[in-house]
Structure formats: structure tokens, C-alpha cells
């Protein structure tokens, strides 16, 4: 089950980090 959470927070982690970049990128042009 640890291992099912962790990857659950590592996927949360990535689709934010995603969403940021690209509201940054957009913000740029």
C-alpha cells in the first residue's frame, strides 16, 4: 500500500509541476 501512495503523491507532484510550467510558459509569450 506505501508503495501505491507513493507513486499517487509522485503522479500529484508531477501534474502540478506540469501545470505550473506551463502557466509560465504562457505568461512568457
Known sequence: MRI????AIAVIIVIIVVSIV????????
Open 4 to 7: 501505491i501512495i507513493g507513486v
Open 22 to 29: 506551463k502557466t509560465v510558459g504562457n505568461d512568457k509569450k
